[in-house]
């Protein structure tokens, strides 16, 4: 139970970064929902293409390419997790579009570019926000599932590694695979909650409700 977690820092800070980079990608929603046209339907087809391939096993198969390591595992993760991210800013920005208050900034004579930044995106945010809390739970599937496979980096203590160690225990010591499942099935469902939790505080309605 203490090398589980011990662990948890490391993993946290993997995945963390990972959601970081995923969130980099706001500008990518953000340029398709505000510019639309050619430049909106070019970067939804790089998402469909991202979208259509398994995600583990596209990881599988570039960390396998790329060597182990914790950073490369990383940038694999952020790499697969953006097109959510993108696709949700950029249905904000699509559905803000005709809004009122977007209107009034336009008639007051504000640039697109500046009523796409400064009106639109903060009220886009929110839900990349939530979908970022869930995409910590995902990345940490995801990492286990890599470490499970001798994936992950040898040399940093992962919940999947230990996982994979413990097979040949399961009869005597049967404590060295439940503690490393139970930290990844209650992080992965601490991190679900809190997104939905999140979801219900900044969601305008149910606060107009309160």
Request: overall charge positive; cysteine-free.
């Amino acid at each position: 139970m203490t090398a589980a977690l011990e662990s948890l820092p490391y993993l946290l800070r993997g995945t963390v970064v990972t959601v970081g980079l995923s969130l980099a990608v706001i500008a990518v929603g953000t340029a398709a929902g505000a510019a639309g046209g050619r430049v909106d339907a070019a970067l939804m087809r790089l998402s469909d293409l991202f979208q259509t391939i398994p995600q583990f096993f596209l990881a599988l198969l570039i960390v396998a390419m790329a060597g182990r390591g914790l950073w490369k595992i990383v940038t694999v993760l952020a790499i697969l997790g953006w097109p959510l991210t993108a696709r949700l800013v950029r249905a904000e920005f699509l559905s803000l579009r005709e809004r009122e208050f977007v209107e009034a900034a336009r008639a007051l004579g504000m640039s697109d570019v500046r009523v796409a930044v400064v009106v639109m995106l903060p009220n886009a945010i929110p839900p990349a926000i939530v979908a970022a809390t869930l995409g910590v739970a995902e990345a940490v599937l995801l990492e286990s599932g890599l470490s499970f496979f001798g994936l992950g980096d040898p040399n940093l203590m992962s919940w999947g590694l230990m996982l994979q160690n413990a097979q040949g225990f399961l009869r005597r010591a049967w404590w060295m695979a439940v503690f490393p499942g139970l930290a990844i099935f209650t992080t992965v469902l601490a991190f679900n909650l809190f997104g939905d939790g999140l979801s219900d505080a900044l969601n305008p309605r149910l606060r107009q409700r309160t």
